[in-house]
């Protein structure tokens, strides 16, 4: 087991989830990255050290971007959760003013 950690941008989204079956799905995939960490795509380029898992949900993708801390307690850092609809820009958006 990983130790989890939500930044704000996708702890405010998962909280403003209104439906109960997308809520679990969301909870479901984040179960299992804290069970293997590496089951996302890791991206290159800007995004590189980044992490990505969808799902579909009622017709609809969506995307979980996270990255893995590997210090003595290796932790899952979850930092962007959202439809896929501009879920890239909106993410290099955030590691820009992250660095």
Same mark, same amino acid.
């Given at each position: 087991m990983h130790k989890l950690i939500i930044l704000p941008p996708a702890a405010h989204f998962l /909280?403003?989830? /209104?439906? /109960?079956? @997308? /809520? @679990?799905?969301?909870q479901k995939v984040i179960n299992d990255i804290i069970q293997n960490p590496y089951i996302g795509e890791p991206k290159t380029g800007d995004l590189s050290g980044i992490y990505c898992c969808d799902f579909f949900y009622n017709k609809t993708n969506y995307e979980l971007a996270y990255t893995i801390i590997e210090k003595n307690v290796e932790t899952v850092v979850v930092i962007l959760a959202g439809t896929r609809e501009n879920f890239y820009d909106a993410l290099k958006r955030y590691m820009k003013n992250f660095k």
């Open positions: /909280k403003n989830i /209104k439906e /109960k079956h @997308l /809520k @679990l799905a969301f």
